[in-house]
């Protein structure tokens, strides 16, 4: 009893395993989630020092590629069902157009120096894929949200029946040795 209110739903060790993935979630750029991409284009456009404009390149490439990665490994683990949709389709379809807009138009025209045509793609293209996606995202946690909170009640009464189930069982075992003790000593 004591290991199951240590490790059960809501008890210390659950709670600290929540606190580490949600202060992990509040300080790191999720890779599926192109905010931070969005940011990178942002300084390409008003970088100029090719040196430094290949370097935030090189980062785009990395972030795309955290992207690729976290999408794949998605479609692979999610069950079937609204959530898989929603990722795999509803928020990637945007964010692969946004990257596609980086890759063949926005930093080729940065590469030939043509930062106002650069310019007209962040502020007319982006933000149209950027939004859809955001959108995409902000349904993704809601709808996450609402499965984390239905698994924790459904796991808290499983472990509630199941505690309960325990106890009846040991104490109809300690009542069922009590009497066949006392049977034994009439």
Request: hydrophobic share 40%; net charge negative; proline share 5%.
């Amino acid at each position: 009893l004591s290991t199951l209110s240590t490790a059960k739903v809501h008890g210390p060790h659950y709670n600290r395993v929540v606190q580490n993935k949600d202060l992990l979630a509040d300080v790191l750029p999720p890779p599926n989630y192109i905010v931070e991409t969005y940011l990178t284009a942002h300084l390409m456009v008003n970088e100029t020092n090719p040196t430094a404009l290949q370097g935030l390149v090189e980062h785009y490439e990395g972030l795309k590629a955290e992207y690729a990665d976290r999408q794949r490994h998605w479609r692979e683990n999610l069950p079937d069902g609204p959530l898989k949709t929603q990722i795999n389709e509803a928020s990637r379809i945007p964010a692969e157009a946004f990257f596609d807009t980086l890759d063949t138009q926005l930093i080729p025209a940065l590469r030939a120096g043509d930062r106002a045509q650069a310019k007209k793609l962040l502020d007319e293209s982006l933000p149209e894929f950027y939004e859809k996606h955001r959108a995409s995202v902000d349904e993704i946690v809601s709808t996450t949200i609402s499965n984390a909170e239905a698994t924790e009640a459904e796991v808290a009464e499983l472990i509630g029946t199941r505690t309960m189930i325990m106890l009846l069982v040991g104490v109809g075992l300690a009542g069922g040795v009590a009497a066949f003790a006392y049977s034994l000593s009439l």
